[in-house]
C-alpha cells in the first residue's frame, strides 16, 4: 500500500500512527483503516493468518466435543487424565517451579545464615555466669524466626499462585487434592533444610550444651515449629480470599499465639476462656519442649550479681514456668496433631474455594 517505515524509525510507533484515529480527522482515518484491513484479509498473509483460525477453531471444538463426551461416561470425571498421570506432572513442574529461581532460593539460606550468625553472637554466653532470661528469650526468639519466616514466604507464594491453579482446574487440567499434595511434597525439604541449618548454627554460636540428645530434641523441636507454621500459613492461604487478607490476618494470629507460649505471662494465670486457644498455638508447645530440653538436669546455676532473681536448678525454673519434663512427650504428639490438623483444614477450604469459583463461573 506505499506505506514503507522510514529508516531510523520505530517500527511500532510507525504502525499505530498509520492505524490511529487523529482528532478532525476521524472519517478519513476510519476509512483508511478499513482500507488496510480490506487490503490484510485479501493478501497472503491475511489468507493464511484465516487459515490457522479457522484451523484452531475447529481442533478447539474437536476437544470440546471430547471433553463433553468423557463427562458423560461412566466414570464421570470432567479431567482429561488419570490421577496418577495428574499427579506425576504437577508435582514435576511444582519442582521445576520451585528450582526456577536458584538465586532467591541462595538469597533465602544466606540470609538465614547471616540471621543465626548474627543471633548466636548477640546471645552468645561469656563468663562464669548463667543469664536465665537471656537464654529463655533466645529460645523463644527461636521459635518466632522459625514461624514468621516460615509462615509469610507460604502465604505469599501460595495466594499468589491460586489464580493460575482456578484458570487451570477450571480447564479440566488436575484436581486440587494433585495440586495441594504435589506443594506440600515440593516444599517440605526446603522447609526442612532450612530449619536444620539455622538451628544448628544459632545452637552452636549461642553456647547452649553440646550433648547430643539435647541438640538433636531441640533440632527436631524446631523442624516440627517450621512445619505447623508452614501448615498454618497455607490455612490462612486457603481461609482468605486475597493475598492482603492474608497478611492481615497472620499478624493477629501470631500475637494471640505468641501471647499463649508461657512467654510474656504464665500459664497459670491464663484466663479459662483462653486456655483453649493455647492448645491451638504450637508456642505454646515447643516453649516447652525447648526449655525442658535446656533446663532438665541442671544441677547448678551460678547467677550474676546483678541478676534480678536467681535460681538454685533448673527444676526451678521449669515449675515457676509452670512447665513439666512429663509434658514433653504430649507437646510433640501436640505438634504433630497441629502440623497435620491445620493442612487437613488449609485443604478443606481450598476445596470449597474451588466449588465456589466453579459456581461464579
Known amino acids: 500500500m506505499g506505506m514503507v517505515c522510514p529508516a531510523q524509525y520505530n517500527p511500532a510507533d510507525y504502525f499505530i500512527s498509520k492505524l490511529s484515529v487523529e482528532p478532525g480527522w476521524q472519517d478519513a482515518c476510519r476509512t483508511h483503516i478499513h482500507a488496510v484491513c480490506d487490503a490484510f484479509e485479501l493478501g497472503s498473509g491475511g489468507r493464511a493468518m484465516a487459515q490457522d483460525v479457522a484451523a484452531n477453531q475447529r481442533l478447539q471444538d474437536h476437544q470440546d466435543e471430547d471433553l463433553e463426551y468423557s463427562s458423560h461416561t461412566s466414570s464421570g470425571?470432567?479431567?482429561?487424565?488419570s490421577w496418577g498421570k495428574q499427579f506425576h506432572w504437577v508435582l514435576w513442574r511444582s519442582w521445576l517451579g520451585t528450582i526456577r529461581e536458584p538465586r532467591l532460593i541462595r538469597i533465602r539460606f544466606l540470609q538465614g545464615l547471616a540471621l543465626s550468625i548474627l543471633l548466636g553472637f548477640m546471645y552468645r554466653r561469656s563468663g562464669p555466669y548463667v543469664d536465665v532470661y537471656s537464654i529463655n528469650g533466645s529460645l523463644f526468639i527461636l521459635i518466632g524466626n522459625m514461624t514468621y519466616q516460615n509462615m509469610s514466604l507460604v502465604v505469599h507464594t501460595f495466594c499468589s499462585q491460586k489464580e493460575l491453579f482456578?484458570?487451570?482446574h477450571q480447564n479440566g487440567m488436575y484436581r486440587p487434592d494433585v495440586y495441594f499434595i504435589s506443594k506440600n511434597l515440593v516444599e517440605a525439604p526446603v522447609f526442612t533444610l532450612?530449619?536444620?541449618m539455622y538451628t544448628t548454627i544459632f545452637y552452636l554460636l549461642a553456647g547452649y550444651s553440646l550433648e547430643w540428645d539435647r541438640y538433636l530434641i531441640c533440632v527436631g523441636t524446631a523442624v516440627m515449629l517450621a512445619w505447623c507454621a508452614v501448615s498454618f500459613g497455607y490455612f490462612l492461604s486457603c481461609v482468605a480470599p486475597t493475598l492482603s487478607i492474608a497478611v492481615l490476618l497472620m499478624a493477629p494470629s501470631l500475637i494471640l499465639f505468641s501471647l499463649l507460649s508461657g512467654f510474656y505471662i504464665n500459664l497459670r494465670s491464663i484466663p479459662l476462656i483462653m486456655k483453649g486457644f493455647s492448645h491451638l498455638s504450637w508456642y505454646t508447645y515447643g516453649n516447652e519442649i525447648l526449655l525442658v530440653n535446656q533446663w532438665t538436669g541442671v544441677s547448678n546455676i551460678t547467677c550474676a550479681p546483678t541478676a534480678a532473681r536467681c535460681y538454685p536448678d533448673g527444676a526451678a525454673i521449669l515449675e515457676?514456668?509452670?512447665?513439666?519434663?512429663?509434658?514433653?512427650?504430649?507437646d510433640f504428639a501436640s505438634l504433630g496433631c497441629l502440623i497435620v490438623g491445620y493442612r487437613l483444614l488449609a485443604y478443606l477450604f481450598f476445596h470449597l474455594q474451588t466449588i465456589r469459583s466453579k459456581a461464579r463461573r
Open 320 to 330: 515457676q514456668l509452670n512447665f513439666s519434663e512429663d509434658g514433653v512427650v504430649r
Open 194 to 196: 532450612y530449619s536444620i
Open 166 to 168: 482456578l484458570r487451570e
Open 77 to 81: 470425571s470432567p479431567y482429561r487424565s
